[in-house]
């Protein structure tokens, strides 16, 4: 598990993939730091690493990599970590689409293919 501040290459996700889920890496934005955090089994357990670091709750959503993927199908926004009623989020999913826009932008700029 690690804290993405700088960049990671996509064959780093790549072989982190390999290594857990196959297809997919699990990660946790935080929006307002713009970092991630990566490689773990839970996203409960990156955003804790992002809590520990001085992260807002407020500011972290879970989403997944797929690696393989490009456009659209690279992003997953799931995670059970988004459930937040009292933010206006009642789903596994972001509801917000200026938060999935603030996420994508993040990815890109983290994220080197």
Same mark, same amino acid.
């Given at each position: 598990m690690k804290i993405i501040k700088d960049n990671i290459q996509l064959n780093e996700l790549k072989d982190m993939a390999d290594n857990s889920f196959g297809e997919l890496v699990k990660a946790v934005v935080d929006i307002e730091n713009e970092i991630i955090?990566?490689?773990a089994e839970l996203h409960s357990d990156e955003e804790a690493l992002l809590l520990e670091n001085g992260s807002e709750?407020?500011?972290l959503?879970? &989403?997944n990599?797929?690696?393989e993927l490009t456009g659209e199908d690279f992003i997953e926004f799931d995670s059970? &970590?988004?459930l937040r009623p009292l933010q206006g989020n009642r789903s596994?999913?972001?509801d917000d689409s200026e938060i999935r826009k603030k996420i994508k932008l &993040?990815?890109?700029k983290l994220v080197r293919k």
């Open positions: 955090a990566v490689d709750q407020r500011n959503w879970g &989403i990599l797929y690696p059970m &970590i988004n596994r999913g972001i &993040i990815i890109d």
